[in-house]
C-alpha cells in the first residue's frame, strides 16, 4: 500500500550544531597498537560529514609512556583484562597513543582543515580518559564542556573511534551536560570487548541518544 508520508530523510544542520570527531589515530586503526576492526573505514565518510559542518572539533587519546590504562603497567595482566582501579573498573589496553609517536598522530587522511580545537584527553598517568568531557573518574574535567557551552554550540553530532568505548562516554556525557548528543553510527567502528556494543546500544536507548546514519545529512 502507497499513501504513507515517509519519514523525515534528511536532518538539516543548524547553527548550534559542532561535529566532535573522536579519536581517528594511527594507533586504533589497522596496523596500530590497538586496532578497531575497520577502524580506517571511518575516515572518508568523516571527511565528507566535516564538510557540511561548519564547526568541528577533533579529539586526541595522548597517554605518557607507563599510563595506568596499560596491561605493561600491571605485572602479571595482560590487555582487555579489567582491575579495579581507584575510579572503578578498568579495562587494560595494549601501549596505545603514546604522545608524539606515529601511532598518536591523527590519520593523515583526514582532511578537516577547518577543524577549529584538537583536544587531547588520556595525559594523566594515574587515570583513563575514555570520554571527551571527563576523565574515567566521571568528576575531572577536560574543559570541553566549557569551550562547547561557551560557544554556544546545542547539538553535538559524534563520529569516530571506537563506538563502544570513548565515543559512547563522549556522548553519555554530553548528554548529561545538557547537549543534544547524535551519533552517527555508521561514521564509527567499535572495539568489541566482551558485550561491550550491546552495552553501548543499551545505554544510548537508557539515555535518550540518537543514533542516525550518514545519510541522513546529506
Ligand atoms: C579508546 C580504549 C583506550 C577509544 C581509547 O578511543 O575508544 N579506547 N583508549
Ligand atoms: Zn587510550
Known amino acids: 500500500m502507497c499513501g504513507e508520508k515517509p519519514m523525515a530523510r534528511t536532518m538539516p544542520i543548524e547553527a548550534g550544531d559542532v561535529f566532535l570527531v573522536i579519536d581517528v589515530q594511527n594507533d586504533f586503526c589497522p596496523g596500530g597498537l590497538l586496532p578497531v576492526p575497520y577502524g580506517d573505514d571511518v575516515v572518508s565518510p568523516i571527511n565528507r560529514l566535516a564538510n557540511r559542518f561548519t564547526h568541528v572539533v577533533l579529539t586526541q587519546d595522548w ?9 605493561s603497567s600491571h605485572p602479571g595482566r595482560k590487555p582487555y583484562e579489567t582491575i579495579q582501579a581507584h575510579y572503578g573498573a578498568q579495562t587494560l589496553w595494549p601501549d596505545h597513543c603514546i604522545q608524539e609517536t606515529h601511532g598518536a598522530q591523527l590519520h ?87 558485550d561491550s ?5 543499551l545505554s544510548f536507548v537508557e539515555h535518550g541518544i540518537n543514533t542516525i546514519e550518514a545519510s541522513v545529512i546529506p
Open 63 to 71: 597517554h605518557p609512556h607507563g599510563h595506568h590504562s596499560f596491561a
Open 197 to 201: 556494543v550491546e552495552a553501548a546500544r
Open 108 to 194: 593523515a587522511d583526514l582532511q578537516i582543515p577547518h577543524a577549529e580545537l584538537i583536544l587531547r584527553k588520556g595525559f594523566r598517568p594515574e587515570i583513563d580518559s575514555y570520554s571527551a568531557f571527563f576523565e574515567n573518574d566521571r568528576e575531572t574535567p577536560t574543559g570541553l564542556a566549557g569551550y562547547l557551552h561557551e560557544r554556544g554550540f546545542s547539538r553535538v553530532f559524534l563520529a569516530g573511534l571506537a563506538f563502544d568505548y570513548c565515543v559512547r562516554y563522549s556522548a553519555e556525557d554530553a548528554q548529561r551536560q545538557g547537549f543534544t548528543a547524535v551519533i552517527i553510527e555508521d561514521a564509527c567502528r567499535a572495539i568489541g570487548v566482551e
